[in-house]
């Protein structure tokens, strides 16, 4: 199965690609810690299958020192002991911000208030962002069915410069 489409060999998916690359620099700048990030974008890639996103955050978090056991239970975080409570509550956001029509009114308040209870005011705007970018994202590559698997930390820092 062959890409549909190079979004970056034509001049609008580049711009476009480009656009989303910066988001995602002022998110990296934000206060929300780098490893809740790469759960958060892991996770919502594995609700949405996209195996090229899912490559990049597994391989991003662990060369953030992020731990083997923390990554395969990812995908079953609620019935495992090695997240923290704030690290639950992003991840329940990450589902339910992800699974929008499952949920009769979006996001829960019950979710909510564990995520004010656990972020502040910038960490939110960050974590919100982030869900919304990681779900264009994969929307994006399971369109054009981008597969994972040839992803290498160097190739993002290296669209940084």
Known sequence: ?????????????????????????VIEQSPLPKTTRE??????????????????HTKEAT????????????????ESTVFSDAERAALALAEEGTR????HHGVSDETWAQ??????????????????MINAANRGNVILRNRGGSYDPSMLAAMSH
């Open 39 to 56: 759960l958060v974008m892991l996770r919502v890639s594995q609700i949405n299958g996209c195996g090229l996103c899912v490559d990049m």
């Open 1 to 25: 199965m062959e890409p549909r489409i190079n979004l970056m060999a034509n001049e609008l998916g580049a711009k476009i690609a480009k656009r989303m690359h910066g988001v995602g620099q």
């Open 63 to 78: 060369a953030a020192g992020e731990s083997a056991i923390r990554l395969h239970l990812v995908s079953v975080w609620r």
């Open 115 to 132: 995520i004010r209870q656990h972020y502040d005011d910038d960490q939110i705007v960050a974590l919100i962002w982030v869900i919304a």
């Open 100 to 103: 929008l029509a499952d949920h």
